[in-house]
């Protein structure tokens, strides 16, 4: 059995700049949303559009209708934020299911002897990509915040020295803020590096067959995390934009 | 008991006790919303959104439970 790392491998440096696995594949996910975004473009300008175009809309209003149900009337503004989270984590949740992500290895000389590390890895599965993806969504929030209630009414939530009891409830709240980045980051994290472990030891349990339905399972809890990750984003956008 | 067999008892213990509850939580939460659902079964799409949201609230403390598991084993 292959040996499981909390971390993501070092495989090799870019000009000083360290490149792990995780960020590896995530480089090629990126590819591919670009290639998918460039053909989506030009069928948009076109005057005759493809299947392909239809099916993207689709896709697409179907997650409008989603967050307009939660953000209302500012769903103008959050929906590229919001779609592009939903749309991101799916592709880097789903490319760590893909065959040869984990099974291929090189290897990596360290010190002495050379060490055998997998080439690819779902950048998810790494806790670096899960905690930018969480901090950008707090980051985020806090925009939102400042944006739609102004500087002062979004600072009183958190500093507020009407009364002791404001005060605190102030404190409250900047722990709250900062346990979202926990949260978000953990839940992610934990989701998609729980299922690889699964999926390793089910492998290597029973080799043929039984890590079918383990696969499916994957696949419907890297959409769900998905989801997740972009409702829950959404739901604290319309928690911090509204008046108290 | 050496070093080893107290980490693999902790690994246990720590998925054992730290699973009771999300259990709990995941089985109230589906009973709720089906309850939900042949009262009014028309606000299907928004119960099932509540749902799945608070599912994965609940799922999330045992996946907490799961990476302290697997940080104490792996490492």
């Not at chain 1, 979202?180 to 699964?198: C, D, H």
């Not at chain 2, 799945?52 to 045992?62: D, G, K, N, R």
């Amino acid at each position: 059995m292959p040996e499981i790392s909390i971390k993501a491998e070092h495989i090799f440096d870019f000009f000083g700049f360290r490149v792990t696995n995780s960020i590896f594949l995530s480089l090629f996910v990126l590819a591919f949303c670009i290639i998918i975004t460039y053909f989506y473009q030009r069928d948009a300008a076109a005057s005759k559009k493809s299947g392909f175009f239809y099916v993207m809309q689709m896709i697409l209003r179907s997650l409008y209708t989603l967050f307009e149900s939660i953000v209302k009337e500012k769903i103008n503004f959050f929906f590229p934020f919001l779609a592009a989270f939903f749309v991101w984590i799916m592709f880097q949740n789903w490319s760590g299911l893909l065959p040869g992500v984990g099974s291929i290895t090189i290897g990596v000389p360290e010190g002495e002897h050379i060490l055998h590390v997998p080439l690819f890895r779902g950048n998810n599965a790494d806790l670096n990509g899960a905690l930018a993806l969480a901090i950008s969504a707090f980051i985020l929030i806090q925009y939102a915040g400042i944006k739609f209630l102004g500087f002062k009414t979004f600072i009183q939530k958190f500093i507020n020295i009407s009364n002791p009891i404001n005060f605190f409830l102030g404190f409250l709240e900047i722990v709250s803020e900062f346990s979202k980045i926990m949260s978000f980051s953990f839940r992610l994290f934990g989701n998609i590096f729980a299922g690889e472990v699964l999926l390793t030891i089910v492998a290597f349990l029973v080799p043929v067959l039984a890590s079918f339905p383990f696969l499916m399972l994957e696949i419907f809890v890297g959409f769900v995390q998905a989801l997740v990750f972009s409702m829950l984003t959404a739901v604290f956008i319309s928690v911090s934009v509204s008046h108290h | 008991m050496n070093v080893e067999a107290v980490k693999f008892v902790t690994v246990g213990l720590t998925m054992c006790i730290g699973v009771i509850f999300p259990a709990l939580a995941i089985g109230n939460i589906g009973s709720k919303a089906v309850e939900a659902l042949g009262r009014n079964p028309e606000a299907e799409s928004s119960i099932r959104t509540a749902m799945i949201l608070s599912l994965a609230f609940a799922e999330a403390i045992a996946i907490y439970v799961l990476v302290v598991a697997l940080i104490l084993k792996f490492t």
